[in-house]
C-alpha cells in the first residue's frame, strides 16, 4: 500500500500542474483578501480580511475548487492505466487489490488537498501586498486555518475523491466520472435552494455534503467581534454534517474495494452467427466509368463551407465531453428556473420572462463559457491531436473555411444550449399558469445579446489557441486573459469599455420601457466590439497553424502569403469600418458625455467634501414654496422642469451669498433679482452667488430656475435612468439645492481613509436637549414645511403624477396636461412620473384611494388597495388625521427595487411586489406589508420627521415599520406575525456581522442601518407591545404626534419617542426602554427540563427549568454579561395542527426573573407538547432553538 501511496504522491509532486493548481488558489485568495476589488464570499464589513471567520468561510466556499482538483487527481489516480492501455500489463503483476486501491486512493487525497493549502498561503501574502491596507488586518488565529483544513479541505476532498474514484475505477473511464463530480456540482446548488426559507436551514446544512451551509448557518449570528477573534471548531450542526458525510464516502470507497477487479470485463453484446442462408452472393457488376470535374468557384466553396459546419456541428454535439458539460449545465438550470425565483420572506415571484432570463445567466452561463473555454482548444488542435493534420493541411483549400465552420459550428452549439433552455423555461411559465411567454424577449436576450458576448469570448479563444505552442498553455492563457480583462480594469482605474474586451453596456429589462433607453449604446458598442472581432477573426486565419515548420518567423511568412484576395479585402473593409467606429463612439462617449470610472466618482466626493465642507453650517435661506412647470418627452428622455422658489431668510443676519448644489446630470440655470455669479464649480456641482443686496432677516425673493435634460447621443454607461421612454420616475432633489449638501460626501470608512478624509459618523451625535442642532430635519437642510403647485405635462399616450390633488386635466398641442397642488404642506421631498398606466380607483370614507400599474401586473392590486383602506381605518383610529385627499400607488421600472412614501403618494418597484405569487395560506403577505409600511409614513415622516441626528430614522422607518405589523395582525392573525418576526429577527441578527461603521443601539441608529431601523425595530416595538399593550403604545405615539405634527424647528429626536413610551410604561417594565432602545441587549435563553403532571380535573400542571442569562454589546458586538431583573415569559404550545407550522399558545405567563434560572410551575388546560422560556421568541436570542422542549408528560 505505501508503495503506491508514494508513488502517487512523487508522481504529482514533479508535476507542473500541482503546482499551477496551488498558485490558482493562493491567487483566488489572495485578491480578494488585499483590495475591495474582487470579492467572494460577500461583503465583510468591519471584519478583518484575514480573520479567522474569513479563513473559515473560504475553506468552506472553495469546496468548487476542491472538485476540481480532486477531479484531475483522483480520475488519474484511479484510471490511468486503462488511459494508457497498461492495464493488462500492470494487472498482471502480483499486487494485491486493496494495497493497490487505499494507496493510489489516499495519494490522491493527499496530493489534492495539498492545492486548498493555497487558501492559508494566499491570506498569509495578502496582508504585505502593496496595495493592501494594513489597518484591515488583524492577527493570525491559526486554530482558523488548521480547522479550516482538517475541517472542510481534507473531508471534502476525502468525500469527492471516494466518489469520483469510485467512478473511475469501476467504470474505467475518467468522462463517467467527470460527469459525476457535475452531478455533485448540480445537487449542492438544489441543497442551497433550501436555505431560501428559514424553516429548511438545518435540513440544507445537513444534506450538503461540503459542509458550507452548516458553517453558514452555525455562524450566521457572529458579529464582527465574533468573526474578528473566534474559529468554529468542530460542533453541533457542523460536527453531525461532517460526520455522516464522511461516513458516506467511506462507504462509497469501501464498494469500490468491493466491486473492483483486475480482471479484463468481457463483452456482453452477443453476435449473430451467420448461416449459408444468411450470406450473400457476390454480383459482378460491369465497370463505371465516370468523369470528375474540379470545381473551385465561389458556389463550390459556399457548399464545401456549409457541409464542414454541419460536420462540426454534428461531431460536436456527439462528444461525450460537450453532452457531460450541457447536461450537468441543463440540470443546473432546470432546478435553478423551477425553485430559485425568491423575494424574501420565502416567496416565489411569478415566473415573469426577464426573472426566468436572470435565472438562465446566473445558473447556465459559466458552463457556457467553461464550453467556449475547452472545445476551442478542441477545435483548434483538432487535426493535430487525431495527426491527421499532414492529410488536411495538403487539401487544396484556403484556411478559413476551417476556422469560419468551426467557429460557427461552436455558436450554433451554444445557441442550441439556450433555446434548450428556453423550452424548459416557457414549460416551467406554463406549468405555473403564466402564459405570457415573450417569445421575442426570450429571443432577443438569448440568442441575441448573450450569444454575441459568447461570439466574442470564442473568437479571442480560437486566436489565443491558434497562436499558442500547445493546447494547454491556450486554456491558460485564455483563462488568464478572461480573468485580467474582467478584474484588471477596476485597480487600474479605467472605466472606457473601449478597451475592455467585448464589454456592452449591462441593461436592465422592465416591462414598462423593454431595453429601449439603453439600446442606442449597446448597438454601437455591439459594432465596435463586432468589428474588433472581425479584425481578430483576420489574425486567426492568417496565423491558422499548417504545416510542420510552426517557427514564427515561418509564421510570419505565411501570414504575410495568405494576406491576399477575400481576406486581405474584408480585413481592410472591417479595419476602415472599425477606425469609424472608434471615433464615433470615442466621440459619443467622451466629448457628448464623459467617462467615469469608480475611481473618478469616490475622488470627485472626496473634492466636494474637501472644498466646500467649511460652507456646510453657512447661514442659508430656506424654500417655503415651490411652482413647478415640468414637460416630459419620453419619446427622446428629454426633461425640462422650470418653475420657482420662495426663499427666507429665517436667520437673525443678512444673507449676502446664495451657496447651491447641483445635480451634474442636468443642465440647470438660475436667477434671483440682484445675484451674481462668483462661482460655478461644474466637476463637483457647485456655485456660489453673490447678493447684491444681502437677504435681509424675513425677507422672502423668488428664486427662478430651469433644469433640463437633453441627452446627446450615446453615453459610455447610462447614467440617467430617470426619465425614459415609458415609466420615467425622478423626484425634486434634481433641483438645485441651497447649501452644502452631506450626502454627496464619501460614508465607507475604508474609502474616506483611502482619500485620507478623517473618520466621521453619518449623522451628528445624538443629545437630548438641542436646539440649534436640531434647525434640520433628516430629510432637507434647506426647508422645513413647504407648499407645492405643479403643471407637468408628457406625451398623449402617458399619464403624469405630481404631489397632491388633480385640479384639471386637458391636452394641448397632442399632449396631456395636469395641474396638481398638495392640500397640505409638506416636506420638501416628492417625485413626479410618467408612464402609460391602468388605473383601479376606490374610495376610503373621503379619500381617494388609486393604484396606477402596467396592464401586464395585475395581480396583486386589490392587496395593495386592501392594504391601503386597512391602514386608514387604524392610523386615522389611533393615530389622528389624514391631511392629504388621496393615497396613491404608483408602479414604476425595475431600474431600482424598493417602494418610497411621498405625500399622498407612494411609487412602488414593479420588481418587489407586482409580481409577488402569494398563494399559501401561511405566505406572508409582503405586497400588504409594504403598502401598510409606506401608508405609516403618511404619520411617521410626512408629519413627525425626526432631526437630523442619530435615531432620526426610529422616529419615521421604525414607527411605519410597527404601524404596519398591527396592521398585517389585525388582517392576518398571530401565526402569521410569528412567521414573519422571525424573518425580521433573522434579519438584524445576521446582518450585524457585515456592519461597515458601527452597530449603533436603537435610539442612535445611522440613517443608512436599514437592519436595525427597519428589522430590530419590528423586534423591539412587537416586544414592546406585548409587555405594556397595544392601547399604551399607541397613547405615547399620539402624544408625540400632539406635540410634533407638522412643528417647525427645532424637530423632534428619539428621546421625544422614548420619553413618551416611558411615560405609558408601567414601573415594572421601565427597564426596557433602556435595554430596547438606549443599549444592545441580548439573551442566551434555553430550557432544560419540561415535565407535565395531568391533575384530577383534566388541566396539566407544566413545569419546566429554564437558564437565562443577558447581555450587553459594543459597537463591534463584543459582549457582556449583565445581572437578569427581568420580566421573562414561560409558556407551554400545543402540538401544531395538521398542515399549520405552529402550534396553539396555551399558556404564556410572565416571571420576575433576578438570577440566572429557576423552575417554574403553571396549569395548561390541554395537553402541552412543548414548555420552555420565551415561547414565542420575542427577547433577541442568538440560539432561539433551545427555548422551548419537548414535555414528558410523567404519571
Known sequence: MLHFFWFEVRYWLRSVMLWVFTAIVSLLTLLPMSTDQVQVGGAIGNTFRNAPYVVEQYYSIFWFITLLMVTAFANSAAAREFAYNMHQIVFTKPIRKLDFLIGRFLGAVVISTIPMLGISLGALLAKVMPWADADRFGPVVWSAHLSGIFIFALPNTLFIAAILFTIAALTRSTVVSFLGGLGLLVANVVAGVLTDKLENEKLAAMVDPFGNNAFALMTKYWTVADRNTHALGLTGLLLWNRLIWLAVGILIFAFCCWRFSFAERQARASRKKLDDSDAIAAIPSPAI??????????????????????????????????????????????????????????????????????????????????????????????????????????????????YVAKFIALITALATIQVVVMIVAIWVQAADGYTRFQLGLYIETLLGQDLLRFAFLAALAFLIHVLSPNKYVGYF?????????????????????????GSLPAMTYSDFFGYQPWMKGWTWFAIYWILFSCLVAAATILFWPRGKDLRWKARLVHAQQRFRGPVRALSLLAAVAFIAVVGWVYYNTEVLNQVESNNDTLQRQADYEKNYK???????????????????????????MRGSEQIKNETAAPIDALHLSLDRNFTSTVDMAGMQLAQDD?????????????????????????????????????????????????????????????????????????????????????????????????????????????????????????????????????????????????????????????????????????????????????????????????????????????????????????????????????????????????????????????????????????????????????????????????????????????????????????????????????????????????????????????????????????????????????????????????????????????????????TTSATAHKRPDGKYDVTVQVETHKYTADAKGAEQEIPVDDWIEVGALAAPAKGDRYGKVLVRQQVHMTGKGGTYTFVSSSVPDKGGIDPLLLLVDRVPDDNMKKVDIVP
Not at 424574501?344 to 464550453?371: C, D, E, M, N, S
Not at 492563457?477 to 487600474?492: E, K, Q, S
Open 289 to 402: 466509368r465516370t468523369t470528375v470535374t474540379l470545381n473551385y468557384g465561389a458556389a463550390a466553396r459556399w457548399r464545401q463551407l456549409l457541409a464542414s459546419i454541419r460536420i462540426e456541428y454534428r461531431r460536436l454535439l456527439k462528444t461525450v465531453s460537450f453532452i457531460v458539460i450541457t447536461c450537468a449545465a441543463l440540470l443546473n438550470s432546470v432546478g435553478a428556473l423551477i425553485f430559485s425565483a425568491r423575494q424574501g420572506f420565502g416567496l416565489t415571484t411569478r415566473p415573469v420572462t426577464y426573472a426566468l432570463l436572470q435565472i438562465i445567466a446566473g445558473t447556465l452561463y459559466l458552463f457556457l463559457v467553461a464550453l467556449i473555454t475547452f472545445f476551442a482548444g478542441v477545435l483548434v488542435w483538432e487535426e493535430r491531436d487525431a495527426r491527421t493534420d499532414e492529410v488536411s493541411d495538403a487539401l487544396p483549400v484556403p484556411e478559413w473555411p476551417s
Open 477 to 501: 492563457a485564455f483563462i488568464g486573459a478572461v480573468v485580467a480583462n474582467t478584474f484588471m480594469w477596476r485597480p487600474l482605474h479605467v472605466g472606457t469599455r473601449m478597451v475592455q474586451f
Open 614 to 640: 467649511r460652507f456646510e453650517h453657512l447661514p442659508q435661506p430656506r424654500v417655503t414654496d415651490v411652482h413647478y412647470d415640468i414637460a416630459i418627452y419620453p419619446a427622446t428622455r428629454e426633461l425640462v
Open 682 to 1086: 461644474k466637476r463637483l456641482g457647485y456655485r456660489i452667488y453673490k447678493l447684491t443686496t444681502p437677504l435681509a432677516p424675513g425677507e422672502v425673493r423668488t428664486l427662478n430656475f430651469d433644469v433640463e435634460s437633453h441627452p446627446k447621443g450615446f453615453e459610455n454607461t447610462l447614467t440617467m435612468t430617470g426619465v425614459v421612454q415609458n415609466g420615467s420616475f425622478f423626484n425634486s432633489s434634481s433641483v438645485p439645492q441651497i447649501g452644502y449638501q452631506e450626502n454627496n460626501e464619501l460614508t465607507d470608512p475604508n474609502d474616506r481613509r483611502r482619500f485620507k478624509l478623517k473618520e466621521k459618523d453619518l449623522m451628528p451625535e445624538l443629545v437630548r436637549n438641542c436646539t440649534t442642532g436640531c434647525m434640520d430635519s433628516y430629510i432637507s437642510n434647506n426647508s422645513d414645511w413647504v407648499n407645492v403647485d405643479t403643471i407637468i405635462s408628457t406625451s398623449a399616450d402617458q399619464m403624469a403624477i405630481a404631489p397632491g390633488s388633480l385640479l384639471r386635466q386637458w391636452q394641448q398641442d397632442g399632449r396631456n396636461f395636469y395641474e396638481y397642488k398638495l392640500d397640505h404642506f409638506a416636506l420638501n421631498f416628492y417625485s413626479f412620473i410618467s408612464a402609460r398606466y391602468q388605473v383601479q380607483r376606490s374610495k376610503w370614507n373621503d379619500m381617494d384611494v388609486e393604484v396606477y400599474y402596467l396592464k401586464e401586473h395585475p395581480w396583486n392590486v386589490s392587496k395593495m388597495v386592501s392594504s391601503i383602506e386597512k391602514s386608514f381605518a387604524y392610523y386615522t383610529t389611533n393615530y389622528g388625521p389624514y391631511y392629504n385627499k388621496q393615497a396613491r400607488i404608483v408602479e414604476f421600472p425595475r431600474v431600482a427595487s424598493f417602494a418610497q412614501a411621498f405625500p399622498g403618494t407612494m411609487p412602488y418597484s414593479e420588481s418587489i411586489g407586482f409580481i409577488a405569487d402569494i398563494e399559501k395560506p401561511d405566505d406572508i403577505d409582503m405586497v400588504f406589508y409594504v403598502v401598510a409600511h409606506e401608508m405609516g409614513h403618511q404619520w411617521w415622516a410626512h408629519q413627525v420627521v425626526g432631526a437630523n441626528m442619530q435615531g432620526a430614522t426610529s422616529l419615521s422607518e421604525t414607527l411605519a415599520q410597527y404601524s404596519a405589523l398591527m396592521v398585517m395582525e389585525k388582517q392576518y392573525g398571530p401565526d402569521t406575525m410569528r412567521k414573519f418576526m422571525q424573518y425580521e429577527m433573522d434579519n438584524y441578527l445576521r446582518s450585524r456581522g457585515t456592519e461597515r461603521l458601527k452597530e449603533r443601539p436603537l435610539m442612535r441608529v445611522e440613517a443608512s442601518q436599514g437592519y436595525i431601523h427597519y428589522r430590530k425595530g419590528s423586534v423591539v416595538m412587537y416586544y414592546l407591545r406585548q409587555m405594556i399593550g397595544e392601547d399604551a403604545i399607541n397613547r405615547a405615539l399620539r402624544k408625540v404626534l400632539a406635540q410634533y405634527r407638522y412643528a417647525q424647528p427645532p424637530y423632534p429626536t428619539s428621546w421625544a419617542l422614548v420619553d413618551a413610551l416611558r411615560s405609558e410604561t408601567p414601573q415594572q417594565y421601565q427597564y426596557l426602554l433602556k435595554d430596547l432602545f438606549e443599549d444592545i441587549t441580548l439573551f442566551s435563553n434555553r
